[in-house]
């Protein structure tokens, strides 16, 4: 069965750096994507990107202004979100997501949630 | 950005009422549209997508249509698990975007 397997809650400082892995199995890899979207307390979810696991090809929103990068380990089938330059309104639950994917750059809505990683900024 | 607007914002229903959700999107979006419920501190859960379609184990009580820029969701015979926040989302361009969410709460 699909399983995806986030990492645990971070807390960090502004300015600091922070990176959440999303360990994923039960399902074919090559035709599918990543994405990672978070959700801010009390408000709506929020899409950061996605990186297509067959093809390794990435999809940001410019939301982030560059902050954003999402990777995918082939050997550890784990997809990885770096979130950089953190501030305060980075204070989220992040959370990754599978989709079906029908090209290397085209890719569908999330149908399959990990549990979500709770990432804290505060000094 | 693409704008998804929902409402109402919140609904009150009682125990097996049938409910309709709406969702507008700034442009046209090609059926290119999912619905997630969300219970209080859990992750979304998938449950319609091309605005019409049942995500794989979804009961057919709830159910999608809409085209263009406008879209419904409709929930029939609420039962108790079914209180939850609703939201849309548009997976037409980039950045997908999600509605307000729409909160259903037992009258």
């Known amino acids: 069965q699909v399983q995806l397997v986030q990492s645990g809650a971070e807390v960090k400082k502004p300015g600091a750096s922070v990176k959440v892995s999303c360990k994923a199995s039960?399902?074919?890899?090559?035709?599918?994507?990543m994405h990672w979207v978070r959700q801010r307390p009390g408000q709506r979810p929020e899409w950061m990107g996605w990186?297509?696991?067959?093809?390794?090809?990435?999809k940001y929103s410019e939301n982030f202004q560059g902050r954003v990068t999402i990777t995918w380990d082939t050997a550890a089938s784990t997809a990885y979100m770096e979130l950089s330059s953190l501030r305060s309104e980075d204070t989220a639950v992040y959370y990754c997501?599978?989709?079906?994917?029908?090209?290397?750059?085209?890719?569908?809505?999330?149908?399959?949630w990990g549990q979500g990683t709770l990432v804290t900024v505060s000094s | 950005d693409i704008q998804m607007t929902q409402s109402p914002s919140s609904l009150s229903a009682s125990v097996g009422d049938r409910v309709t959700i709406t969702c507008r999107a700034s442009?046209?979006?090609?059926?290119?549209l999912a619905w997630f419920q969300q219970q209080p501190g859990k992750a979304p859960r998938p449950l319609i997508y091309?605005?019409?379609s049942l995500q794989s184990g979804v009961p057919s009580k709830f159910s999608g249509s809409g085209s263009g820029t406008d879209f419904t969701l409709t929930i029939s015979s609420l039962q108790p698990e079914d209180f939850a926040t609703y939201y849309c989302?548009?997976?037409?361009?980039?950045?997908?975007?999600f509605g307000q969410g729409t909160r259903l709460e037992i009258k």
């Open positions: 997501a599978k989709a079906y994917c029908s090209s290397s750059t085209t890719c569908y809505e999330p149908n399959f």
């Open positions: 039960g399902y074919t890899f090559s035709t599918s994507a």
């Open positions: 990186i297509n696991a067959g093809h390794s090809n990435t």
């Open positions: 442009q046209v979006i090609n059926n290119y």
């Open positions: 091309a605005a019409s």
């Open positions: 989302q548009q997976y037409n361009s980039y950045p997908m975007t």
